[in-house]
């Protein structure tokens, strides 16, 4: 990978979760060495009604979390 | 649904499963159609051969023009089944180049083409189509949006006896037990951000190099720790004409590269209606005491799709609808293909348990085969 390019990228999906792509772990907790998923790629909630925090487990979609998309690049 | 069986014409033989045997015919085309499949040609049997080939080209418009629903036929469904696997097996009829034979790709094409058509009548919809991938992304989730009330699941969490669960898992394992397999057809057909997060997908649904992790190998060990066959097809015979046309629909969109389109809405419409389902489906065997072998499968799944549906519904749907906007409109009909034929499926494993009754063709005997 290029020095330039990000190790890992965070892509925050309109009305759900947080796509984290790349090179990553993340940590069952403060602390902690072991992981949550190895999954190459993984969504994380941020709507907090998942029931397998920190992913993301659909519940957004119940509960009607909103989260608009950001204003396309000028 | 028919219960009318129908002897193989070829040898006589006694009905077993695949692939250890040729699974029952439904009717006269599937009888012909199998009868020239598990034919051997020798040096001896020419005109034999040519009497069945001759019987199958006379079964199959009498079939089309007879159906009454061809979604529901179980004739028609089992034959476009059987003219599909010849393209993956495994069967013991699946050899050589047969699935290249002109005469039986024509067949398929004639079962294919009003197949597509009655799917198209009856997904058909008046709303105004959206013109950017943002808004096909939007359009999907918002057609999916009923998933959070799923009818079969939330019953079947709070209801489904073993005997039934058992019975879904015997219906799931035709298409199950070879997941992913029918979309990964797209792959070669799509560019650029579309092609990358088809494969993005698929490869998590491949098992991203773990051969124990394919997401196939996963709902095997769900069905033998239920004491299930994880053997493909081996329940063939069981399952109804409509969980048949689901898998049909996959194939019937996978292979064709008009219909990529097609390949993408279904599969975004099937992951976006995956995760909340399937976190009923664990709690449903859990509540008959059975672990994580058997729910494995179901608890791994609330995980990937919840990734899988926004990878779907924004890369790969909106991906593609902004680099060829002329899918934009299959990108549609293969998600409400793929919404239609899982009400179908799942009103009538509802409505059959609800009264009592089998959801299968016949009742399954576990050593049979």
Redesign the interface.
Known sequence: MDDSEPAATITP?????L?VRGSFAILAGPGREDTV?D?????LCRCGKS??PP?????H??VGFRAP?PPPPE | MTTTHFEPAADGTAATHLPGGTPEPRGPLSAALLAVLTHEETEADRDSAAALWQRLDEAAPVALRETADIVADEDLQLSLFLLHLLHTGPAPFVRGDVEWDPRLIALRRSIEEPFEAALRERTATADPEPTSGEEVSEALFAMTAEVTQPTLATWASRHATADQLREFLIHKSIYTLREADPHSWAIPRLRGRAKAALVEIQADEYGGGAPDRVHAEIFARTMRGYGLSDEPDHYLDEVPALTLAALNAMNLFGLSRRLRGATIGHLAAFEMTSSIPNRLYSRAFSRHGYGADVTEYFDEHVEADAVHEQIAGRDLAGGAADDDPSLIADILFGARACLHLDELTGTHMLESWQNDRTSLRAPTVSEKG
Not at chain 1, 13 to 17: A, L, Q, R, S, T
Not at chain 1, 39 to 43: D, L, P, S
């Open positions: 999906c309109p009305d759900g979760p796509l998923t999954r190459g790629v993984v969504a029931g397998i992913l993301c487990d659909g519940s979609r119940l998309a």
